[in-house]
T-cell receptor, first 113, second 113 residues
Framework: DVKVTQSSRYLVKRTGEKVFLECVQDMDHENMFWYRQDPGLGLRLIYF???????EKGDIPEGYSVSREKKERFSLILESASTNQTSMYLC????????????FGQGTRLTVV | GENVEQHPSTLSVQEGDSAVIKCTYSDSASNYFPWYKQELGKGPQLIID?????GEKKDQRIAVTLNKTAKHFSLHITETQPEDSAVYFC????????????FGAGTRLFVKA
């Protein structure tokens, strides 16, 4: 079974902290994604990566950055956490190509206080 | 910008009845339409998908229909069971100007035993 593992299920951070969310996949997928899930807004793409050291902005990249130093690992970084970044964060991965299923991690619920 | 509208936001049905969730997309270049199911505490999981060259696809109790002219697609679940209770997301993917998937806001389905 494909496994996408996010390092934390729940996180509580203080405003202004630098926050790292880690994601690892074990299926040798080329594509990796970070989404943010908020009630009534669905899933919104923050950043995605098609290859190692490659990244592309999604729809809501402001306040976030990413790192992909190895194929299996994709990290989301909140440079200076703010309360409006309190949300559920979902990592996903897929094979290269257009008609490919995205496999999601279980999510990290981040609360910024 | 491009968007996907999903209705209803909440749907409650009796066990054994059918459930229908509808989505409308705005990007006419969209040509891949996956549906994801998200159970409580888990990440979304693909349940069915359809490509633009097909009008309907069925997999046991679930089916998806696509009307490209109207930019409209729907998920149909027949003989609903309590384990169908979850949040369902539709999505539309295009590859113009780069790979882009837009998700609907989600439908929370309750199946009452």
């Amino acid at each position: 079974d494909v496994k996408v593992t996010q390092s934390s299920r729940y996180l509580v951070k203080r405003t202004g902290e630098k926050v790292f969310l880690e994601c690892v996949q074990d299926m040798d997928h080329e594509n990796m994604f970070w989404y943010r899930q908020d009630p009534g807004l669905g899933l919104r793409l923050i950043y995605f990566s098609y290859d190692v050291k490659m990244k592309e902005k999604g729809d809501i990249p402001e306040g976030y950055s990413v790192s992909r130093e190895k194929k299996e690992r994709f990290s989301l970084i909140l440079e200076s956490a703010s309360t409006n970044q309190t949300s559920m964060y979902l990592c996903a991965s897929s094979y290269r190509g257009f008609y490919t299923e995205a496999f999601f991690g279980q999510g990290t619920r981040l609360t910024v206080v | 910008g491009e968007n996907v509208e999903q209705h209803p936001s909440t749907l409650s049905v009796q066990e054994g009845d059918s459930a229908v969730i509808k989505c409308t997309y705005s990007d006419s270049a969209s040509n891949y339409f996956p549906w994801y199911k998200q159970e409580l505490g888990k990440g979304p999981q693909l349940i069915i998908d359809i490509r633009s060259n097909v009008g309907e696809k069925k997999d046991q109790r679930i089916a998806v229909t696509l009307n490209k002219t109207a930019k409209h697609f729907s998920l149909h679940i027949t003989e609903t069971q309590p384990e169908d209770s979850a949040v369902y997301f539709c999505a539309a993917t295009s590859n113009t100007g780069g790979f882009k998937t837009i998700f609907g806001a989600g439908t929370r389905l309750f199946v009452k035993a």
